[in-house]
């Protein structure tokens, strides 16, 4: 029987050499091609560890984290704050000071955020927009995922005008805004003093109620928000609540900065 190897050749059957194809580069180019394709495999194979490298349980791992990380930050601010109700209790039972210390401190801790609040107040609620939203008038583009979703500028808008328009105390969610209070969004979630929250997003103001409405009417940046708002459907609403009462903030009041190395 006649073999492939026998066709290229001189057909010599002697004891000489075995016979074989003729040397060509492409037999060489295909064994390091092979060789290639196995170190590849051998490498993924130990980056994953024998796991499926394509799935997000990790991303899925990390985001519980992060809510059970919010979950325990809240517990430690509720602690927090039972802790010191006990210690003003304490403190005041006879603390030496005289009673216009003790009028100052009061005013002290009601200006930085420390004590409850209550007066009559307006809540304003930002709401991504729906998620197969399309462009209501004429002559706009067709939006973006981007055009869709709450960004860290609105909510800071929001929170600037209030403060403009008079706002004795505000509460974001259900914390209370301080002086070093940072609202920052990660995505379309807004992390406050270490808590994560999701949209609709709610801001309480407690103040003069028609001094507020009209700070929020006439910042530049809430009305570059009314456009995506009437366009393509972002969530808002301003509410008047009638007497409510904002917590007191209930976390660290310690401040962090950067210090110079060396």
């Not at 939203?133 to 981007?146: F, I, N, R, V, W």
Request: some cysteine; overall charge neutral; glycine content about 10%.
């Amino acid at each position: 029987m006649s073999n492939s190897a026998d066709s290229p050749g001189t057909g010599s059957t002697g004891s000489g050499p075995a016979r074989g194809l003729p040397f060509r580069p492409v037999r060489i180019l295909t064994v390091v091609v092979f060789a290639l394709a196995g170190l590849i495999f051998f490498t993924s194979f130990n980056t994953a560890k024998g796991t499926d490298i394509r799935t997000d349980a990790s991303m899925l791992k990390l985001s519980d984290l992060i809510h059970e990380r919010s979950r325990k930050n809240k517990e430690l601010d509720e602690s927090n704050a039972a802790l010191r109700d006990n210690v003003e209790s304490l403190a005041e039972g006879d603390d030496g000071s005289t009673k216009a210390e003790d009028e100052k401190l009061r005013g002290l801790e009601q200006s930085t955020g420390t004590q409850k609040l209550t007066g009559e107040a307006i809540t304003v609620t930002l709401n991504d927009a729906p998620p197969n939203a399309t462009a209501k008038l004429p002559g706009y583009p067709e939006p973006q995922p981007d055009y869709l979703v709450i960004h860290q500028q609105d909510l800071q808008a929001v929170v600037n005008a209030l403060w403009q328009g008079g706002a004795k105390g505000i509460k974001v969610m259900d914390q209370r805004l301080i002086s070093t209070s940072a609202v920052r969004c990660v995505g379309n979630t807004l992390i406050l003093q270490g808590r994560v929250y999701s949209p609709p997003y709610k801001i309480t103001a407690v103040g003069d109620p028609g001094k507020l409405q009209q700070a929020l009417a006439a910042s530049k940046a809430i009305q570059t928000y009314m456009v995506y708002v009437n366009v393509y459907g972002l969530g808002w609403k301003v509410t008047e609540n009638g007497t409510v009462t904002l917590p007191g903030y209930s976390g660290t009041v310690d401040l962090h900065y950067a210090k110079p190395v060396g």
